[in-house]
Nanobody, 121 residues
Framework: QVQLVESGGGLVQAGGSLSLSCTAS????????MGWFRQSPGKEREFVAA????????QYADSVKGRFTVSRDNAKNTVYLQMNSLKPEDSAVYYC??????????????WGKGTLVTVSS
């Protein structure tokens, strides 16, 4: 088991940038692939980005490709999500998750509590 805590959410204008962090407890962080998901009011939780255990492989949802970048620092037990060119439709609660290298919610075994991102138009 690993406990995850997200940070970095907030209010930003459309076109702006925001960087999210997710720090994991425990000494097994590098044994997990990591994912970012998001959920807007009234919508299902959806995949945003994933990164493999080593950080050598990444994948993105089509809606964020070219604007968001996922990275990780295993020495710091932290995964990051750099979000650029933000749009109002990016507004959501963003969740960090640990599991297998997958774009599916079912592939994740541990979840953070989320951090709210609001993009104003």
């Amino acid at each position: 088991q690993v406990q995850l805590v997200e940070s970095g959410g907030g209010l930003v204008q459309a076109g702006g940038s925001l960087s999210l962090s997710c720090t994991a407890s425990g000494r097994t962080f590098s044994s997990y692939a990591m994912g970012w998901f998001r959920q807007s009011p009234g919508k299902e939780r959806e995949f945003v980005a994933a990164i493999s255990r080593s950080g050598g492989s990444t994948q993105y949802a089509d809606s964020v490709k070219g604007r968001f970048t996922v990275s990780r620092d295993n020495a710091k037990n932290t995964v990051y999500l750099q979000m650029n060119s933000l749009k109002p439709e990016d507004s959501a609660v963003y969740y960090c998750a640990a599991g297998i290298y997958s774009n599916k919610l079912s592939g994740m075994s541990n979840w953070g509590k989320g951090t709210l991102v609001t993009v104003s138009s």
